[in-house]
């Protein structure tokens, strides 16, 4: 069954660093989707991405977040300058014919020192 | 502020017997609605959406919408030990999606 992959599966960076966080969806999917979970917390929309450009975003994603699909596959996520408070999972989902049924990727932990 | 509200429970059943997960969302004009499930260290795993008002059944899962009152259920029948998890349920406002916090299901032997 298609499945949703992220790497990496945890990244530890310091503070002020940029990272990078990479998903591939499921290929035929059209819609895909950046959410972090802080430990402990609910699940909270970052962004929205379709045909190419960012279709919504949340207040949380501020100027430094970015998402890209740099190719048929790939879709990322970069957080410009971390910060302690940027600590958490970030899940990537994508969606497809079915509207907004979401399938989530395993998710990347990313800590910031 | 868009708001969805669950219980944060937990919620104790014991096997075989029928859980029923509650769902409450602010904001009117939601479009569509969804149940996840999520395991402990895990990433939320769909269980089912459901669109207009009524029941959607799913094998041992039925969600229920009811828009008037803002309300989204989810019952699962014949509960097993292997249902206990984190239980969320999503909203989805014009492309933007809000999580509520989940219940915690626990179903003992």
């Known amino acids: 069954e298609p499945e949703v992959t992220q790497t990496p599966s945890h990244q530890v960076t310091q503070m002020g660093q940029e990272v990078i966080l990479r998903c591939v969806p499921i290929?035929?999917?059209?819609?895909f989707y950046w959410y972090r979970q802080i430990l402990g917390q609910k699940v909270e929309f970052l962004v929205s991405?379709?045909?190419?450009?960012?279709?919504?975003k949340s207040e949380i994603f501020d100027d430094q977040f970015s998402v890209e699909r740099p190719d048929g596959s790939n879709f990322t996520l970069k957080i410009r300058s971390t910060k302690l408070e940027d600590s958490a999972m970030y899940f990537c989902?994508?969606?497809?014919?079915?509207?907004?049924?979401?399938?989530f990727g395993p998710g990347t932990r990313l800590t910031v020192t | 502020q868009k708001e969805v509200e669950q219980n944060s429970g937990p919620l104790s059943v014991p096997e075989g017997a029928i859980a029923s997960l509650n769902c409450t969302y602010s904001?009117?004009?939601?479009?569509?609605f969804f149940w996840y499930r999520q395991y402990s260290g895990k990433s939320p795993e769909l269980i089912m959406s459901?669109?207009?008002?009524g029941d959607k059944e799913d094998g041992r899962f039925t969600a229920q919408l009811n828009k008037a009152s803002q309300y989204v259920s989810l019952l699962i029948r014949d509960s097993q030990p292997s249902d206990s998890a984190t239980y969320l349920c999503?909203?989805?406002?014009?492309?933007?999606?809000?999580f509520g916090s989940g219940t915690k299901l626990n179903v003992k032997p």
């Open positions: 290929s035929n999917h059209l819609y």
């Open positions: 991405f379709y045909n190419n450009e960012i279709s919504e």
């Open positions: 459901i669109y207009s008002n």
């Open positions: 989902a994508s969606s497809g014919a079915v509207a907004y049924e979401q399938y």
């Open positions: 904001d009117r004009v939601s479009q569509s």
């Open positions: 999503a909203v989805n406002n014009f492309n933007k999606f809000y």
